[in-house]
């Protein structure tokens, strides 16, 4: 069995429409969603976003179950503009899987190989962005990917950590972090961005073009989960 994680269901929804079969269960008092892929059975969990929710759901998800590998999926955002919006990114740190020779079958898809970064707090900043950058010699940063592979070690599940690019240091957020996602409710208030909005009506088409840029991150993000699912 394959684990596929990703942080909210905004990034697992193109690649969750390629799974047959698919159902939802409760285990260990998380929602996990089964299905398969050329008949390999997946399970997809969603962590939340950040260290708490995401230590929490990803220990309770690995309890007492035999799994092949883990691929911790989902956006990230870059530290420098050599990444675009839209680039994979395979983070070398994190990885714990050998492709050897299936590697090759891979080979058409435009991923990055770099390390990557798990902060803890949404970074929306391009200069500290670019800091970060300077400091770390990082390419990306999430917010969950650490906690999964310490997580992964225990057990000694194999891991592959690929983000797709889904900001960067030119190309940021359309409005501050805090009014886009509350880390605490895990989700974005609504009221509060309309709020920000109608005292910032300039930044209207800003959040259209992010909208934009997601949409179609997340569709390069499933395409590529696919055929590693297939070459796994």
Known sequence: MIAVTFALPAESADFLRHLTNKTRVERNSVEIICGEIDHRRIEVLHTGVGERVCRQRIA???????????????????????????????????????LGERWSSLSTLPIHLADMLTVPALIDSGEERMKLARASAAGAVDMETEFIAQACAKPGVPLLSLRVISDTPREVFPAPAHV??????????????????????????HLIRFARRIANARKILAKALVEIMRAL
């Open 60 to 98: 309770k998800f690995l309890q007492d179950q035999q799994i092949d590998c883990l691929v911790s999926a989902g956006f990230a955002g870059a530290l420098t503009d050599a990444l675009r919006v839209g680039d994979l990114l395979l983070a070398k740190n994190f990885s714990t899987i050998d």
């Open 180 to 205: 886009l996602f509350d880390i605490e409710r895990q989700q974005t208030r609504m009221l509060k961005l309309a709020t920000h909005l109608l005292a910032n009506p300039a930044r209207v088409p």
